[in-house]
């Protein structure tokens, strides 16, 4: 005899639901990096075009830019930790349960 599980139409509409915000931190995570590596980018080129004293043109604009991005950056809600980031995450009490969310 096989074990079968029936689900109703609310199982399905959870399912997709699910499923779109796992999709939805998955592109925020991506956003957050590519955010990073742009701030990142930019506070380099300033820092080496200053270090050798190399004119950088429009250099106000990137310095505004780049406030603009940490502006965005400081809106943002934090990230939710991945399964694997949260199941690895020990808070040194045995006696807490580990929850995934």
């Known amino acids: 005899m096989k074990n079968v599980t029936c689900m109703d139409s609310t199982d399905y509409m959870k399912l997709a639901l699910w499923q779109e ?3 939805a931190l998955k592109i925020k995570r991506i956003n957050d990096e590519l955010l990073l590596y742009l701030s990142s980018s930019l506070r380099w080129l300033i820092h080496y075009s200053e270090k050798n004293r190399l004119y950088l ?3 106000d604009k990137i310095i505004e830019m780049l406030n603009r991005i940490m ?3 400081d809106r943002l809600p934090p990230t939710l930790p991945t399964e694997s980031q949260q199941r690895n995450k020990t808070t040194g ?3 807490e349960p580990n929850l995934v969310i």
């Open 21 to 23: 915000l796992q999709n």
């Open 57 to 59: 043109p429009d250099k």
């Open 71 to 73: 502006e965005i950056a």
């Open 93 to 95: 009490d045995p006696t």
